[in-house]
């Protein structure tokens, strides 16, 4: 979506900058740490968890526009369509005996911190709209 005002137009990405990423990136990763801890006692269930750095590299850049190429077949795939990487299967510090790796406490502590940092991203997000409502009205 673009507002135009005057010869200049304005996108999404350029007036919210990554912030409007971050948030999208704590709701998914909010709903795998919950999926995690639905399922702390479902036999040989693989607690996942995302890459949230990786996230926010490919949110970068695509808000600058300037992406990195894979110039060597050993490289990593960082494209868009590469975004499944993101998501991966977590390393237990204590396997159980049923071959479930979700550590209810650990997971417990992952979404704690995330509800905090989603709150943080938010409010940025928040001030951003403010302060377009306000360039919009001429404030």
């Known amino acids: ?3 135009s ?3 200049m137009a304005i996108t999404f990405d350029s007036a919210l900058g990554i912030h409007q990423h971050a948030v999208e990136a704590r709701v998914k990763r909010a709903e795998v740490l919950a999926n995690n801890l639905a399922n702390a006692d479902t036999p040989g269930f693989k607690a996942r968890d995302l890459d949230f750095q990786a996230m ?6 695509q808000v600058s526009g300037f992406q990195m190429a894979k110039t060597h077949d050993a490289h ?7 975004s499944e990487s993101d ?6 510090h204590q396997p159980s005996v049923d071959g479930n790796t979700v550590d209810a406490q650990q997971e417990q502590t992952r979404f704690m911190r995330n509800a905090m940092d989603f709150q943080a991203s ?3 997000l928040n001030s951003k709209f403010s302060g ?6 001429g404030e």
């Open 87 to 92: 998501l991966m299967y977590r390393v237990p």
């Open 56 to 61: 926010m590299q490919k949110a970068q850049e």
């Open 5 to 7: 005002g005057g010869n």
């Open 122 to 124: 938010f409010q940025f």
């Open 76 to 82: 990593m795939d960082t494209s868009p369509s590469a």
């Open 1 to 3: 979506m673009q507002f």
């Open 132 to 137: 377009l409502t306000k360039a919009l009205k």
